[in-house]
């Protein structure tokens, strides 16, 4: 992000509104065939990635929602990430905003807008299916990414790339069984109903823990959040007050518990141990709240902002006549222990905002630009 000229940036920047109506004149007449055409690379701009080709494209990036900070930096990135190919010549970005209806509505729109490829975080899975197969079929680059909506590469969208989430539940679950041995009440909070980050992190951390040993609380498979932080914080409220005894808690999403983890220490009760994302919020509230309750221990995966790059890469690529990546998925590494401070210990940044992700390329200070 650093090494980007600010021309760069705020040509990306400037360019989210709503694309010209010049630019609808590029035709989506080739049908699946043209979403597949450039998979095989060709020719890169010099001075740019090998991802980016010489074709010139529109791009149109959808999230299913788009409300918290963390897709706030997760955007930006795609937008720092676009920002490297000069061949992608504007961008168009949609909130679904939660709404399953609008975020189906917005991939039909871009499509109708004219965009060359389309890179969509699918937060309702399945749901949205329709509305990509439909875009891919149209020839748009279709590149759904990290929520798994169903169907098939080149079949119903040009390429999936996924995070590693059944990892990310088999790392939480090997902390757990070193710090709660045990064993011992764990609730599992994740996104919308049925999402399949969800239920591959939890697929994870069953493949891991003894079952007669963990017993997993609350809503099966998992709390629903939507990955809004106000849901979460109701949600876990909720939680704390029905079930007396909880060990542990695991999180897709960390700083989103910040919120209600007070509510253990006003019915007397420590905080227990977490297990989820990072964020500075919950860093800083770590670092002010662990020394009155001695069961609290913390542990994160990196948040996972940067997944939205490795998905325009792929977008980018196949439209432009680029190289394509060598990966398809994204693997978020262990970031931050409390208690054996590998490979980080919990730091929490005082100088930067709580919204903001350490673990990100993108430098914590050039998202606190962001966020104001």
């Not at 930006?76 to 190919?85: F, G, N, P, Q």
């Not at 169907?151 to 990310?168: I, N, R």
């Not at 040993?213 to 990955?227: A, L």
């Amino acid at each position: 992000m650093n090494s980007r000229t600010t021309t760069n940036r705020m040509r990306m920047l400037a360019s989210c509104g709503l694309i010209a109506a010049t630019l609808t004149a590029c035709s989506q007449t080739g049908g699946a065939n043209t979403a597949d055409a450039q998979s095989s690379g060709g020719a890169t701009v010099a001075g740019a990635p090998s991802w980016c080709g010489t074709k010139k494209v529109t791009l149109g990036l959808t999230d299913g929602f788009g409300g918290n900070s963390w897709r706030l930096v997760t955007t930006a990135a795609a937008k720092d990430e676009i920002a490297k190919c000069p061949s992608v010549t504007n961008f168009s970005y949609a909130d679904g905003q939660g709404d399953t209806q609008k975020a189906i509505s917005d991939i039909q729109g871009m499509v109708a807008k004219g965009v060359n490829a389309l890179v969509v975080f699918p937060d309702a899975g399945n749901a949205v299916l329709p509305a990509l197969r439909s875009a891919y079929k149209a020839g748009v680059v279709t590149v759904p990414y990290r929520v798994n909506p169903g169907g098939e590469a080149k079949k119903d969208y040009s390429v999936w790339v996924g995070a590693d989430f059944v990892t990310d539940g088999m790392h939480w679950a090997e902390w757990l069984q070193k710090n709660l041995p045990n064993g011992g009440n764990v609730l599992f909070l994740s996104g919308p109903p049925g999402n399949s980050q969800g239920l591959d992190e939890l697929k994870g951390m069953k493949s891991v823990l003894d079952a007669g040993k963990y017993k997993f609380i609350g809503q099966q498979p998992f709390e629903v959040t939507n990955w809004d932080p106000s849901k979460t914080q109701q949600v876990l409220s909720a939680a704390i007050a029905k079930n007396p005894k909880i060990d542990a808690i695991v999180s897709d999403f960390g700083p989103s518990l910040v919120g209600a983890l007070p509510e253990f220490e006003k019915s007397g009760r420590s905080i227990p141990m977490i297990a989820t994302s990072d964020g500075n919020v919950l860093s800083c509230f770590y670092d002010q709240h662990k020394a009155k309750n001695p069961n609290f221990k913390l542990m994160t995966v990196a948040t996972g902002n940067d997944n939205a790059r490795l998905a325009v890469q792929w977008a980018v690529a196949l439209a432009t006549g680029g190289k394509t990546p060598s990966d398809q998925t994204f693997k978020a590494p262990i970031f931050e222990d409390s208690v054996s401070s590998q490979p980080h210990p919990v730091t929490c940044e005082k100088s930067l905002p709580g919204d903001v992700y350490l673990s990100a390329e993108m430098a914590g200070q050039d998202q606190a630009k962001l966020l104001k």
